[in-house]
């Protein structure tokens, strides 16, 4: 019995539809979900670093977390959350999304924190100075 177009058609498309939610669950993980995950990703990926408080882009793609006299710079690469120390005060500068870190690091670059404000952003390195 030959196979129709209408059988390899519809067998395609449902590899490519497993194809997309694999893809789109293994990008899920590496989302920035709230304060308390992005103070855990901040303490694995610096050595030493003990985080307190933090602020969270409301993407989910990138967090700044105060702790150990400094604070960690989260961003959402791909799969994977790269972090950054910096000390502060922070280079930032307000923008109609959000509020824009930069690193002074060329290949990390700044980073966008939606949806959070300057004021929140001064507020967190604010409590460097307690801890």
Do not use: C
Not at 5 to 16: E, K, M, R, S
Not at 99 to 109: A, D, I, K, P, Q
């Amino acid at each position: 019995m030959p196979l129709s177009w209408d059988v390899i058609g519809y067998g395609l498309a449902g590899l490519i539809g497993l194809a997309l939610v694999a893809r789109w669950l293994r990008l899920a993980e590496s989302r920035i979900g709230n304060a308390a995950q992005a103070r855990e990703m901040a303490e694995n990926l610096l050595a030493g670093f003990v985080a307190h408080g933090a602020v969270v882009g409301t993407d989910g793609n990138a967090a700044l977390v105060a702790g150990s006299g400094a604070v960690a710079m989260l961003k959402r690469q791909g799969t994977k959350v790269a972090a950054r120390r910096l000390l502060p005060p922070v280079a930032l500068s307000q923008d109609v999304e959000g509020v824009r870190v930069e690193t002074g690091e060329r290949m990390f670059g700044g980073v966008l924190l939606f949806g959070v404000t300057a004021d929140e952003v001064r507020a967190l390195e604010a409590t460097l100075t307690f801890h």
